[in-house]
């Protein structure tokens, strides 16, 4: 029972950049992803701006994380921060 979100079937892992850390145990991440243009064919940069809980406070602007998709917890939150990849400089 201890390692149960190991064990989890198909769990969505996004990795982003704090944006907002002003929030009480919310953070919002922005993750970025490459989509081709369907009729250019350019590569283009779109991003997601993600709320994410984050329990101990411990992420601040500029940091780099990983979210993994939980139940919703409020009306916007749906994603829950794993790990703190890179600290802010």
Known sequence: MANQTETRGNVK???????SSKMDKTVVVAVDRMVKHPLY???????????AHDEENNCREGDT????????????????VSAILERAK
């Open 41 to 51: 064919g350019k590569t283009m940069r779109q991003t997601k701006r993600l709320y």
């Open 65 to 80: 994380v990983r979210v993994i998709e939980t139940r919703p917890l409020s009306r916007h939150k749906r994603w829950r």
């Open 13 to 19: 892992e996004r990795v982003g950049r704090v944006v």
